[in-house]
């Protein structure tokens, strides 16, 4: 479903402040495949999900997406097929409209403008339905305005705006980052659900090794902008978080990176 092909970006180019993002990076993500990012702060990690997204285009290289090259395609064209899962829970949706009026905008994405698809009552039966998924007792609120739930409530919303119409890529930006641990439980389990139930090409990135070892997903880790390591689903079915540490802690010894990046790496568990 996605292929990279030695993409290379630098912000700044030139200047005091120029950074290499992201260095001859190449990966290939497979339909229905979901794959976890991780890496400390200045990884990459976002630069990645940007350029996949098409909000940043990259200096050289390609980006194939469904057998179409997308490399220059901005992000606004990308997203008939693409849905993305921020951090912050009050970027995903309109705080002074409803919860219906809110799932009427990703329900219509994609679809004819004319005529004019309208909020319905079969049609808000159905997005009740589809509220009853989230459990959190939403489903009879659905006039209800966004602003006044919680940033919880309002993450598992747009989780459910993401994939009511099932996009060919969900890419999930630390989506659960700004949760409290029983919300990000709760998110956590639903985005599973959701990229299960639909067959979903997923992205996601996390700081978090923790959130890799919990998934047991195929997991990349980036370091200063180059893919470091790639474990395959199979063998992070067997991983815990001091095995997965160790395993880096061996990558920088072969690779020659610094210390710091075990230091930071361990200040997710202690």
């Known amino acids: ?20 993002a992201l260095e001859d990076v190449s990966l290939k993500i497979g339909k229905s495949e979901f794959v976890v990012i991780i890496g400390t702060n200045g990884s990459g990690k976002s630069t990645l999900l940007n350029i996949i997204s098409g909000s940043v285009l990259p200096d050289s290289g390609e980006i194939i997406m469904n057998g179409s090259n997308v490399t220059d395609i901005p992000d606004f064209k990308r997203a008939s097929f693409i849905s993305r899962v921020f951090q912050n829970p009050l970027a995903g949706t309109v705080s002074d409209m409803s919860i219906a009026e809110n799932l009427l905008i990703a329900w219509s994405r994609g679809k004819p403008k004319y005529p004019v698809i309208k909020l319905s009552k079969s049609l808000k039966n159905y997005f009740s339905e589809r509220l009853k998924s989230l459990e959190m007792n939403l489903e009879n609120r659905i006039d209800s305005i966004m602003g006044v739930l919680s940033g919880g409530q309002r993450q598992a919303i747009t989780l459910l705006m993401a994939v009511i119409n099932p996009p060919a890529v969900l890419l999930l930006d630390e989506h659960t980052a700004a949760l409290d641990p029983k919300t990000d439980f709760q998110v956590s389990k639903l985005t599973k659900n959701f990229i299960e139930q639909d067959k979903l090409t997923a992205v996601m990135i996390t700081h978090s090794m923790q959130k890799a070892v919990e998934l047991k997903k195929r997991t990349i880790m980036l370091h200063k902008g180059k893919i470091i390591d790639d474990i395959p689903e199979e063998e992070m079915k067997f991983m815990t978080s001091d095995t997965l540490l160790e395993k880096f802690s061996d990558i920088r010894k072969k690779e020659k990176l610094t210390a710091d990046l075990i230091e930071e790496l361990r200040k997710e568990y202690f």
């Open 1 to 20: 479903m996605i292929e990279i092909s030695s993409v290379n970006k630098v912000f700044n180019p030139g200047s005091f402040n120029e950074v290499c």
